[in-house]
């Protein structure tokens, strides 16, 4: 009886082992679950010289990175996977009415923009505090709807989205289509003063040959009729030896 009853108690033992291995397992994402089995493996085979292997180290934080969208689509939340469930759980702790911009490239054209955590949302920040990241002003604050166009998971995409900014700050964010119309202007002013010179050095030019023009005029008013007769005598003469040699 006392065999049977050790034979029990190991059989229990193990069972009992198998399903706290088992749901060990289960609290393992996929990645831990391979480093897990691999472990395993060269423990039980004895391949000790595959231990030594080091495998990149995936964290959380890099899995966010790859699967994080600004704004999740229905495939996004249908996709089963732990990598996912992740994603979904963290962005759905977002506050998604405004948003946070960095601004530190403002004079290129690129301002970053991403949603609010819980604390910028108690603190205030991108409602009641200027948006800009970098910018903690309070007053003169004015809501704005930004066109917010980027590049994400290999694709162009452009989202409506509101962003609370100072009045310097929103300055910054228009910078370069103010930059762009300031060119504009200087182009249309630097190409009106072409004309403008131009129109003149036309009107010069005109004035220019009628004052040749009266100046021939008034040398040939000067000559004597008589010399002017001499002339035409010359040429008829001419004219009249070629017509009989």
């Avoid at 996977?81 to 998604?96: A, H, I, N, P």
């Avoid at 009266?214 to 008013?221: I, T």
Wanted: with cysteine; aromatic share 12%; net charge positive.
């Amino acid at each position: 009886m006392a065999f049977f009853g050790s034979l029990r108690s190991a059989i229990f033992d193990k069972e009992d082992r198998k399903r706290q291995y088992q749901a060990h397992i289960r609290g393992l994402n996929a990645y831990d679950r391979h480093k897990k089995f691999l472990n395993d493996y060269v423990g039980f085979y004895g391949k000790e010289k595959l231990s030594n292997v080091k495998l990149p180290v995936k964290t959380d934080q890099d899995t966010l990175k790859e699967g994080y969208r600004f704004i999740r689509s229905e495939e996004d939340d249908m996709n089963p996977s732990w990598e996912q469930r992740l994603v979904k759980r963290y962005y759905d702790k977002l506050f998604k009415e405004y948003c946070i911009a960095d601004m530190s490239q403002y004079k290129s054209g690129k301002i970053g923009l991403r949603w609010r955590t819980e604390k910028e949302v108690v603190s205030g920040k991108g409602q009641f505090i200027c948006g800009n990241k970098h910018c903690d002003e309070k007053d003169g604050l004015a809501s704005y709807e930004v066109n917010f166009s980027y590049f994400e998971a290999g694709e162009h995409k452009q989202a409506l989205v509101k962003l609370v900014a100072c009045e310097r700050c929103a300055l910054k964010l228009n910078y370069r289509k103010l930059k762009e119309k300031e060119q504009s202007e200087g182009s249309k002013k630097k190409e009106n003063k072409r004309k403008r010179d131009q129109s003149r050095s036309d009107s010069d030019t005109a004035e220019d040959y009628d004052r040749r023009k009266e100046k021939r005029k008034g040398k040939m008013e000067s000559v004597p009729d008589d010399h002017r007769e001499s002339n035409e005598d010359e040429n008829f003469d001419e004219f009249l030896e070629g017509m009989f040699p």
